[in-house]
């Protein structure tokens, strides 16, 4: 049985970071209406985890009050440690969940429980389960038992099986308000500019203070920013730049993804600021040299650069020579720059 990490957010922050999610569970449970099987949707960052563990706590504490665990009692403090007989939580093995795995499962869920009571088991990552594993989840699901719960984390629910899908219930994750999470990296010592940039990128606390504190990712928003001044400046000189700064540091594919994100997010800025000046940006340090842009480029032409941007984004996911990729997408840039 996999150790179940314990709970990282009080059940004040849960009901914040997902009121609607956390109120269809205690629902769930106050009415009697427990299904079988459940698939939680969500970005990375959305709680998932954490409401899993809160659901179990639901389902297996021997004290709620109020459709609230009461976190003391021997089932709680045995969610929390991952050391309750009747849990069982799968994760995926490199690339893929197995079928061994999953057979390993049936096998467990099939016995006789230690404990009384309902039997719990998790999918991590649902969308690894390969051909194989996905066919033998499926015929367990097809024969549910009044004891055991199923519940499928993914990130990206397209990649499990329709017929899996359809016999579960889909309970859909918000994304976190990026507000909260711009307050909570300030918190950490990120500064606002910073925070602005990373919540944009990711939806993961976690991921986003470790951009903030990554000397390459610094230099990366550093270097998309100094490519929309040079652009508006002159079209050689970006050509210029594209050669000898872009190229060398954004070597990878993803890196590449992440530096093409970053530019269209300060077009996105200017564009923003162009309609309302009072707007939240990705780059609030650029707000004055944006805003200069704003009152000379027509909502057209910047809708022309933010296409050209994200055909770029296409050509690479095509395999584009990178080289010929980026000096078209500096002159189709610079087009863009003929002002009114």
């Known amino acids: 049985m996999k150790k179940v990490r314990e709970l990282t957010r009080t059940i004040e ?6 009121p609607v999610v956390m109120k269809q569970l205690q629902t769930i449970v106050d009415k009697d209406r427990l299904a079988h099987a459940y698939i939680f949707e969500g970005e990375k960052g959305t709680g998932k985890r954490d409401v899993v563990s809160f ?3 639901l389902l297996l504490c021997g004290n709620l009050s109020e459709n609230v665990p009461c976190e003391t009692c021997r089932n709680c403090r045995r969610v929390d440690s991952g050391n309750h007989p009747n ?74 099986i329709p017929t899996i899908r359809s016999r579960c219930q889909h309970i859909k994750f918000a994304k976190a308000p990026r507000i909260t999470m711009m307050e909570q990296l300030v918190e950490q ?29 610094v230099l990366a928003r550093k270097t998309v920013l100094k490519l929309v001044e040079i652009v508006h400046q002159n079209v050689h000189e970006a050509l210029l730049y594209v050669h000898e700064e872009w190229l060398p540091l954004f070597k990878e594919k993803e890196d590449m993804e992440l530096a093409l994100d970053l530019l269209l997010f ?17 780059y609030p340090d650029m707000y004055q040299r944006f805003n200069e842009l704003a009152l000379v480029l027509t909502y057209e032409k910047l809708s022309r650069q933010m296409q050209s941007i994200l055909q770029a984004r296409t050509n690479l996911n095509r395999n584009m020579n990178r080289t010929l990729l980026m000096e078209q997408l500096m002159l189709n840039l610079q087009e863009g720059y003929t002002f009114v």
């Not at 869920?109 to 969308?127: F, Q, R």
């Not at 910073?194 to 470790?210: H, P, R």
């Not at 300060?266 to 600021?273: E, K, L, N, T």
């Open 266 to 282: 300060a077009y996105r800025d200017i564009v923003a600021i162009k309609a309302n000046q009072q707007a939240k940006c990705t």
């Open 87 to 160: 849990i069982w939580q799968v994760e995926p093995d490199g690339q893929f969940i197995k079928i061994d795995q999953i057979r390993d499962l049936v096998a467990e869920m099939k016995m006789t429980g230690v404990e009384k009571g309902k039997k719990i088991y998790v999918l991590h990552h649902a969308d690894k389960l390969n051909i194989a594993s996905a066919n033998m989840l499926l015929k367990f699901l097809e024969e549910p038992d009044g004891q055991v719960v199923a519940i499928l984390l993914t990130e990206q629910i397209q990649s499990i």
């Open 55 to 57: 659901f179990m706590k």
């Open 13 to 18: 922050e849960l009901t914040k970071l997902q």
């Open 189 to 217: 010592g990120i500064t606002n500019s910073m925070a602005s940039t990373t919540s944009m990128v990711t939806n993961d606390l976690e991921t986003a203070i470790a951009l903030a504190n990554d000397e390459q990712f």
